[in-house]
C-alpha cells in the first residue's frame, strides 16, 4: 500500500513540513509490553475475573444437555446428560422452525449492520471533517434521537409503516413494504443511527489534519478522503459499529413482536419467546425448561463465535509510522 | 458582515454542500422515521390518548397541561427519579473504571491468551437479558446465592441483595458493570489508535508509569472516554430490561417488585403498555428527554476542558 | 489488489440490496402468504400451537371453519399487550383474540371488545355449560365478553413425611382455625445458621391474598368491578395474619431467599427434599410432581372461617376485538374448541400420550362443568397412588366454590396496587394498614378515572 514516500509525522505539529499520507501497518499493541512476572500476576488476575464472566454461559450449556428434571439444579457439570447428547436441540428444531428463524435472524441482522455501519460512517465523516452551518444544532440533534425512550414512539412509528404499507399495495409495481414484513426491521439501518454516529464521529475526530490537508493538496475528492483515508484509519470503529448492530439486532425482541405476524418470518429471539410461551409454565405448558435453554443457546452461540471471530480487528490499531523506526 | 449573513454565507461554500451530501441518509431518515413519531408524542402528551382513542372508539380530546400537572403531584415520579439517578451514578463510574482498568490490563499480555480473554469478558454483552434477570436472582439470593457465599467465605456477612430495598440497586449496579465488555472494547480500540511513539517519547523522558497514563494515555483516548462518559449516562438514566425481568416480569410471581427496584423506564412502559395512559407516558417520555439534555449540555460543557481531538479544527 | 476486493464487495452487497427490494429474492421479505383457494381468511392472536389439549381443539376448529370456506392463520405466541394496540391502532385487528381472562375486564370495560351476547343467541350457545364464576370474571355491565378456557383451582398441597416428622395431621392445616394453622406452620419450621432450612406453612403472599381475604368473607374487588375493599377491616385481619405466618418463619428476607432456592420444577422440587410442609398451589403442580417425585403428599382444600371449601380460580378466553371482520365465525371458533366434545377429543390423546411414555394424568380443568365431569368420569384412570386420585377428585369438586377477580375498568392497576402494597409491607417499609391504605386510594382512584 505504501507508493508514496515516508516522512514523520508529529501530533500538534505544525502543519509546515509536507505531511504525506499513513504508512498502514498492523500493530496489535500499541502499550509497552511488561516483564514476564507481571504478567504472570495479569493473567491470574483475569483467570479470577473470568470465571464469574464466563459462569453464566457455562451454566446455559450445561443446562442444555440436561434432562427436564434438572435444568435448575445449579450444578455446573450435568448429572445426567441426555441420550443421544444434542437431544434437546433436535427436539427444538422438530417442534419448531427454528432453522428458518435462524437464517431469518442472520439476514437481517448482517444486512442491517452492514448498512448501518456505512451510512453512520458517512455521516460522522460529515460531522468529523467539514466545517458548515448548521454543523452543531444538526449533532445536538442527533444526540437527542438518543434521549426519548422509544416507548411511545414506538406506536406512531407503527402508524408510519402502517401508511407506507397501505402505499406500496396500492402501487402494485413496488414490492409490498409494511407491516407484517421484514422491512421494518433493517430498513431504518439504511439511514445511520445516532449512536454510531456519534462513536465514529468521536474515532474520525482523532485522525490528524494533515493526513486530510495532504490528500486535499493532491487534489482528492472529498469522497476519496472519506473512502480511502477516514474509513481505513477508523476500522476499529467501524468494526466495533458492526458488532455491536448485528449483535442488537440479533437479541432484539420488541421490533420483531411487533411487526411480524407470520412464523416464517419470525426471528430468532421471537421464536424464543414463543417457545417460553409454549412450554414454560404460563401456557399451560409442562415447564419444559431444558427445551427453551436449547433454544436460547442456539441463539447465544452464534454471537459469541461472531465476536471471537472479529474482535482482533478492532485491536489491531494502525498507527502512522514516525520517521524514528 | 453580520453574523447572520456570515452563517449564511457558509452555504455559497463548496465543503458545505458536500457536508450536507454526505448527511443525506442521516436527514432523510429522521424526516421519515424518526421525526414524525418524535412530534406526535410530544403533540400526544397533551392529549387524552388511551386505548380508547388508540381502537379509534372515542376522539383524541386536548387536555393541555394537565399530565404535566399530574407529573408534577405524582409520588411515584419522584420515586422512580430517584431510583434510577442512584443506579445511574453507580453503574456509569463503575462501568467506566472497570473496563478501562480490564482494557489496559488486556493490552499487555501476549496476543493469543489476550484474544481468548478479550472473548471471555466480552462474553456477559451477549447474554439475553432474560437470563440476566434470572441470574440476578440466583446468585444474589441472600441465604444461598453464589455472592453470599463468596462474602461469607472471607467472613462478610453479606446482605439480602433481593429483597433489601437498600442493596438492589446495588446489585442490579453489579450485574450492569458485569456487562462491562461493551465498554471495554470501545476502550480497547481507543488504546490501540494510541501512537507509540509518543510513549517512547516519555519514557525517554523519564515519566513514571502513572505520568505517562495521566499525560498520554487520558488525553489520547479522552474522545472514547467522553462517548462512553455521555452514553453510559443515557442508557442508565433508561434502563429497563434487566431490572424488568428480575423484578416485575411476568416470571416473577409477583414477590419482588418492590419500589427500589422501580426505574423510570419501567413505570413508563406500565402506563403506556399495562394502564394504557398513552398521554401520560409521552408526558414522562418528554420529562425524561429534557433531564437527559440538561445532564448531556452539562456533561459536554465539563468536559470541553479535558477532550483532545488530533483531526479537530 | 486489496481495493479492487473491497470495490467487488462493495458492489456485491449493493447489488443484494437492490435485488432483495425490487425481488423478493429469497422469498423472505415477502408478505403475507394466504391459501388462496378460500374465500375468508380467519385471524387468531395470542393462541398459537402448542400442546396436545390445545392443538386437537383448534384442529377441530379449523374443520368447521373450513366448512365454511375459511382457511385460518394461528400464529405462534402468547398474547401481547403491545401487539395488540398495535393491531388496534392500525385497524388492523385480528378476528379473535386469546388472552387471560383478568386482561379481557380491562379490555372490555374499555370498549374495545365486542359483547358476545348477540352471537351467543345466533349460535344457540348454551353458556350453562361453562362456569358461572369464569364467566362473571368476563362479564362487565351485564354484557358477556368471552368464553373461558381453564380454572387451575388451588388446593394446598401437603407434604406426608414432613407434617409427620413434625406431629402435623392435615386437619391442622385447615385455614379455618388459624391458631392451630399457626401452630402447625411454627412445628414444621426449622431453621440454622441463620438460614431457613424448611418452611412450614407458606402463605403466598402477594398472589393469593384474595383467596385469604375470601376466607374471611371479603371480596377485595366488588362483582360490577367498580369498588376497592382492600382496606376493609377484614383485609388487613386477614393480611396481618398471612404477614405474621411469615415473620414466625424466619422473617421475609430469609424465607424468600429459601424459597426462590428451590428447584421448583426439577427432580429435587420442594416436595421431594421436604422442604416445605404445605401451601397453596395451583392444579397443574401436580403433574410436575407427579413426574418428578414419589413422595407422597396430601391434597387439603382451602376452607373459610365457617368451614367450607373455597379457591380462587383464573384462566383465560376467548374474546372479539371491535373491528373484527369474521365475528360469525369467531364465535363459531370459540363455541367448538371449547365444546365438551373437543375437550374429550383433546384430553384423550393427550392421556393416551401420556401413558405411552410412562407418565401420570392428574386432570385438566377445563372451565366446562360438562367437560370436566366427561373426562374425569369416562377418561381419568388412576396411575397408582390413593394420594393423587383424591387431589384430582377434590380439584374437580372444588371449584365450584371457586371464585375469580371480577372485571374491571382498571383491573390491572388494582391488582399493581395491591401487589405494590404486600411487597411494602413484606419488606417492613409499612404496616399492613397503612399499606392496605394507600393501595385502596390508588386502587380506587385508577378505577374511578377509568370507569365510564
Not at chain 1, 268 to 297: C, F, Q
Request: net charge positive; charged share 15%.
Amino acid at each position: 500500500m505504501a507508493d508514496r514516500p515516508q516522512g514523520p509525522v508529529g501530533v500538534g505539529a505544525a502543519a509546515t513540513v509536507p505531511v504525506p499520507p499513513v504508512v498502514m501497518t498492523r500493530r496489535r499493541w500499541s502499550l509497552p509490553r511488561v516483564g514476564a512476572y507481571k504478567q504472570a500476576l495479569f493473567i491470574l488476575l483475569l483467570i479470577v475475573l473470568s470465571i464469574l464472566f464466563v459462569y453464566p454461559f457455562l451454566w446455559l450449556i450445561s443446562a442444555s444437555l440436561k434432562p427436564q428434571g434438572e435444568v435448575f439444579d445449579n450444578r455446573l457439570i450435568p448429572n445426567t446428560i441426555v441420550d443421544p447428547w444434542y437431544d434437546n436441540f433436535s427436539e427444538v428444531l422438530d417442534r419448531a422452525p427454528v432453522a428458518t428463524w435462524f437464517f431469518n435472524s442472520v439476514w437481517i441482522s448482517g444486512l442491517g449492520a452492514l448498512l448501518v455501519t456505512f451510512t453512520s460512517a458517512m455521516v460522522a465523516f460529515a460531522f468529523a471533517y467539514f466545517q458548515f452551518p448548521g454543523r452543531t444544532i444538526l449533532f445536538a440533534i442527533v444526540l437527542g434521537t438518543m434521549m426519548l425512550p422509544n416507548a411511545v414512539t414506538m406506536i406512531p412509528t407503527y402508524l408510519i409503516w402502517t401508511r407506507i404499507g397501505d402505499f406500496t399495495e396500492a402501487h402494485s409495481f413496488l414490492p409490498h413494504i409494511g407491516v407484517n414484513t421484514q422491512y421494518p426491521l433493517w430498513v431504518p439501518n439504511m439511514f445511520g443511527s445516532a449512536f454510531y454516529i456519534f462513536l465514529q464521529r468521536q474515532f474520525f475526530l482523532g485522525i490528524p489534519r494533515q493526513l486530510f490537508e495532504a490528500a486535499r493538496i493532491d487534489g482528492d475528492s472529498y469522497w476519496t478522503m472519506f473512502w480511502r483515508i477516514a474509513v481505513p484509519l477508523a476500522k476499529p470503529a467501524l468494526i466495533v459499529t458492526f458488532i455491536f448492530e448485528i449483535q442488537a439486532k440479533w437479541f432484539d425482541l420488541i421490533t420483531p413482536l411487533i411487526y411480524l405476524t407470520e412464523d416464517k418470518l419470525f426471528t430468532l429471539p421471537l421464536g424464543i419467546k414463543v417457545l417460553l410461551d409454549r412450554y414454560g409454565v404460563g401456557g399451560g405448558g409442562e415447564g419444559e425448561w431444558n427445551i427453551i435453554v436449547a433454544g436460547t443457546v442456539i441463539l447465544v452461540v452464534p454471537m459469541v463465535i461472531i465476536f471471537a471471530l472479529f474482535q482482533r480487528y478492532f485491536v489491531s490499531g494502525i498507527t502512522t509510522q514516525g520517521g524514528k523506526g | 458582515m453580520t453574523r447572520a449573513r456570515r452563517w449564511l454565507s457558509g452555504f455559497g461554500k463548496r465543503e458545505t454542500w458536500a457536508a450536507y451530501l454526505f448527511l443525506v441518509p442521516w436527514i432523510f431518515g429522521f424526516l421519515a422515521l424518526t421525526a414524525g413519531p418524535m412530534i406526535i408524542s410530544l403533540y400526544l402528551s397533551f392529549t387524552n390518548y388511551g386505548l380508547e382513542q388508540i381502537a379509534g372508539i372515542e376522539p383524541t380530546k386536548r387536555v393541555g397541561l394537565e399530565h404535566y400537572h399530574e407529573l408534577a403531584n405524582d409520588d411515584k415520579i419522584t420515586l422512580a427519579l430517584k431510583n434510577t439517578f442512584v443506579y445511574t451514578l453507580m453503574m456509569v463510574p463503575g462501568t467506566m473504571i472497570v473496563a478501562l482498568a480490564l482494557a489496559m490490563v488486556l493490552m499487555r499480555i501476549s496476543k493469543a491468551l489476550g484474544d481468548v480473554f478479550r472473548t471471555v469478558f466480552y462474553l456477559p454483552q451477549i447474554t439475553p437479558p432474560v437470563a440476566v434477570g434470572v441470574l440476578i436472582l440466583t446468585l444474589f439470593n441472600g441465604s444461598f446465592g453464589l455472592v453470599n457465599r463468596g462474602l461469607e467465605f472471607i467472613g462478610i456477612q453479606g446482605p439480602f441483595w433481593t429483597t433489601d430495598p437498600s442493596w438492589i440497586k446495588p446489585a442490579l449496579a453489579i450485574m450492569s458493570i458485569w456487562a462491562v465488555g461493551g465498554t471495554m472494547v470501545i476502550y480497547l480500540a481507543a488504546l490501540a489508535g494510541v501512537p507509540k511513539h509518543l510513549y517512547e517519547a516519555a519514557e525517554v523522558d523519564g515519566a513514571s508509569a502513572w505520568r505517562r497514563f495521566k499525560d498520554v494515555t487520558l488525553p489520547m483516548i479522552s474522545p472514547a472516554l467522553f462517548f462512553t462518559f455521555i452514553v453510559l449516562t443515557i442508557a442508565g438514566l433508561q434502563t429497563f430490561t434487566e431490572a424488568y425481568t428480575a423484578f416485575f416480569g411476568p416470571g416473577t410471581g409477583g414477590a419482588e417488585n418492590p419500589d427500589a427496584a422501580l426505574f423510570y423506564a419501567i413505570y413508563l412502559f406500565r402506563e403506556a403498555f399495562v394502564n394504557f395512559h398513552m398521554g401520560y407516558a409521552a408526558a414522562m417520555s418528554w420529562l425524561l428527554f429534557a433531564i437527559i439534555m440538561v445532564i448531556t449540555l452539562f456533561q459536554v460543557f465539563v468536559s470541553r476542558r479535558f477532550v483532545f481531538y488530533q483531526g479537530q479544527r | 489488489m486489496l481495493r479492487r476486493w473491497k470495490q467487488a464487495a462493495f458492489l456485491a452487497a449493493l447489488a443484494a440490496l437492490v435485488a432483495t427490494v425490487f425481488g423478493g429474492a429469497t422469498g423472505i421479505a415477502s408478505a403475507r402468504t394466504e391459501d388462496r383457494t378460500a374465500s375468508k381468511h380467519f385471524r387468531i392472536m395470542g393462541f398459537g400451537p402448542g400442546d396436545e389439549i390445545a392443538n386437537v381443539r383448534a384442529d377441530l376448529a379449523t374443520e368447521a371453519l373450513a366448512r365454511a370456506d375459511a382457511d385460518v392463520q394461528n400464529p405462534s405466541g402468547g398474547f401481547d399487550d403491545q401487539k395488540f394496540l398495535a393491531a388496534l391502532a392500525s385497524r388492523d385487528v385480528p378476528d379473535i383474540v386469546y388472552m387471560d381472562r383478568k386482561k379481557i375486564g380491562s379490555y372490555a370495560a374499555r370498549g374495545v371488545l365486542v359483547p358476545l351476547n348477540s352471537c351467543i343467541k345466533n349460535q344457540k350457545l348454551k353458556m350453562s355449560q361453562y362456569r358461572k364464576v369464569s364467566v362473571a370474571s368476563v362479564t362487565y355491565k351485564g354484557r358477556i365478553y368471552g368464553i373461558p378456557e381453564f380454572t387451575n383451582p388451588i388446593t394446598i398441597i401437603a407434604v406426608n413425611s414432613v407434617l409427620r416428622d413434625a406431629g402435623v395431621k392435615p386437619a391442622d392445616l385447615n385455614t379455618r382455625n388459624w391458631a392451630k394453622l399457626r401452630t402447625a406452620a411454627k412445628k414444621m419450621y426449622k431453621s440454622s445458621d441463620g438460614k431457613v432450612t424448611r418452611i412450614g406453612f407458606d402463605p403466598k403472599l402477594p398472589e393469593f391474598f384474595p383467596l385469604w381475604a375470601k376466607s374471611l368473607g371479603l371480596n377485595l374487588l366488588s362483582k360490577n368491578g367498580l369498588r376497592a375493599s382492600l382496606n376493609h377491616p377484614k383485609a388487613i385481619q386477614a393480611l396481618t395474619y398471612a404477614n405474621q405466618l411469615i415473620k414466625d418463619q424466619g422473617g421475609f428476607d430469609r424465607f424468600n431467599a429459601f424459597k426462590q432456592s428451590w428447584d421448583f420444577f426439577g427432580n429435587k422440587n420442594q416436595v421431594d427434599q421436604a422442604q416445605v410442609g404445605a401451601w397453596p398451589q395451583e392444579s397443574w403442580y401436580y403433574a410436575v410432581l407427579a413426574r418428578t417425585t414419589k413422595a407422597e403428599l396430601t391434597a387439603v382444600p382451602f376452607r373459610n372461617k365457617a368451614g367450607g371449601q373455597i379457591t380462587y380460580l383464573q384462566g383465560n378466553a376467548w374474546a372479539i376485538p371491535k373491528g373484527s371482520k369474521l365475528q360469525g365465525l369467531a364465535c363459531t371458533w370459540a363455541r367448538v374448541v371449547t365444546a365438551p366434545g373437543s375437550w374429550y377429543k383433546a384430553v384423550k390423546v393427550r392421556f393416551d400420550n401420556q401413558r405411552r411414555l410412562g407418565r401420570p394424568f392428574t386432570g385438566t380443568f377445563t372451565a366446562n362443568r360438562t367437560a370436566d365431569v366427561k373426562i374425569f368420569e369416562d377418561l381419568y384412570q388412576s396411575f397408582g397412588s390413593k394420594a393423587y386420585d383424591n387431589a384430582v377428585r377434590l380439584l374437580v369438586n372444588v371449584q365450584k366454590y371457586g371464585f375469580e377477580q371480577p372485571a374491571s375498568p382498571a383491573g390491572a392497576e388494582y391488582y399493581q396496587a395491591m401487589q405494590d402494597a404486600i411487597n411494602r409491607m413484606l419488606s417492613g417499609k409499612q404496616t399492613p394498614r397503612a399499606a392496605l391504605n394507600q393501595a385502596q386510594r390508588e386502587a380506587q382512584t385508577a378505577i374511578n378515572k377509568a370507569k365510564k
